[in-house]
């Protein structure tokens, strides 16, 4: 129209002012839309959360740690001294009402003694430790620590005195410090490099441009497999747990760090009552006594040599006759 003088360009100008003017308020409309569809996703999950169900606990033996050297069980007027003897009396156990996954899984442990629990994959051997731990309720049998029932005793002091190193490891964004004390949020710096050195974890550390000061990110994004399992145990020391389980991760690691791992496990399980998952056996070969699970149930047990003698389902294992996985 400005071409074959329809218009002047003033009107072009105020035409095209216009149409933004009318078109912002528009795009802006559907913008604030996105917003909002994004934040009732957000409030959603923040619902769900409000919603759960606190668990229920009715346990109330407590545990009194005012002695660090020696932590005591509060029963009543009783106080039993906390050791870490954890003994599970034929145990049956479904996630689910009708499948049932463990079935009448007797265990008994001791401070110093290594417990190895191999077998295939869904054997079951995770969920014991979590039922050591009462995230689940077990249908029928006991699990007692210290000769107490564990439903007795209160959830949360039930699990300060137990550490457990999960098949994957999570860290999060803050210091590799901030990361090792969230085993016990109120150690000293001293205590987490202590844990660390513990846990073999000092001397990776130390070469990190900022050391115990390094910035973390995404679930530990520069650091290798090895390097976060050896925060993990590091994690788990600065707890100083009575009763240690250790769920090894499956992915593989090179054998400088699986060396490094283990002995950074063995330092950390003295004097401790310790559970062993582990999915390569060289780990576990010096156990005190090693389970072997077959679908929930405990199929052979012994140690190393015996149940080599055994010739049963370990020593095919052990040598390479059946594969765990
Ligand atoms: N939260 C859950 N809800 C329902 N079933 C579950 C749950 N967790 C595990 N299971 C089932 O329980 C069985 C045992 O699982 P578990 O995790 O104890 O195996 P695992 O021996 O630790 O195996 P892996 O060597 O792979 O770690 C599996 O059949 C699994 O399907
Ligand atoms: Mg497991």
């Known amino acids: ?24 308020p528009l795009g802006q409309m559907s913008q604030q839309m996105n917003v909002l569809l994004s934040a009732m996703a957000g ?9 759960e169900e606190p668990e229920v606990d009715e346990g109330t033996v407590t545990l009194d740690q005012r002695d660090p050297n020696q932590w005591y069980w509060v ?18 156990f479904g996630y689910v009402p009708g499948v049932r996954i463990l079935k009448d899984i007797n265990v008994w442990a001791e401070p110093g003694l290594k417990v190895a629990f191999v077998g295939a994959t869904g054997a079951g051997k995770t969920t014991i430790t979590n039922l050591i731990n009462r995230f689940y309720e077990i249908d029928s049998g006991v699990i007692t620590f210290d000769e107490i029932p564990v439903t007795k005793i209160k959830k949360d002091d039930l699990r300060k005195t137990i ?7 999570h860290l999060f964004t ?12 109120d150690a000293t710096d001293d205590e987490v490099i202590k844990a660390a050195k513990l846990a073999n974890a000092h001397s990776f550390i130390k070469r990190l441009p900022q050391g115990y000061q390094t910035e973390i990110t995404g679930d530990g994004e520069g650091l290798s497999q090895g390097q976060r399992q050896l925060l993990a145990i590091a994690r788990a020391a600065v707890a100083n747990p009575k009763v240690l389980i250790l769920d090894e991760a499956t992915s593989s690691i090179d054998s400088h760090t699986e060396a490094l791992i283990s002995r950074g496990m063995d330092q950390l ?43 049963g389902v370990y020593y095919k294992l052990y040598t390479g006759q059946i594969e765990l996985d």
């Open 43 to 51: 409030a959603e999950r923040i619902f769900a959360i409000l919603r």
């Open 174 to 185: 803050g210091t590799i410090a901030d990361n090792i004390r969230y085993g016990n949020l």
């Open 163 to 169: 550490s457990i190193v999960l098949q994957d490891t």
């Open 269 to 311: 399980m003295e004097g401790r009552t310790s559970f062993v998952i582990a999915h390569r056996l060289s780990t576990i070969r010096n156990s005190d006594v090693i389970m072997v699970m077959d679908h929930g149930e405990i199929i052979e047990r012994g140690d190393h040599e015996s149940l080599m003698e055994k010739h």
């Open 1 to 24: 129209l400005v071409i074959i003088n329809a218009m002047d360009i003033g009107g072009l100008a105020s035409f095209l002012q216009f149409s933004r003017t009318f078109a912002q």
């Open 75 to 92: 029963d009543g007027d009783k106080r039993i001294p906390v050791v870490g003897n954890i003994q599970l009396h034929n145990v049956d």
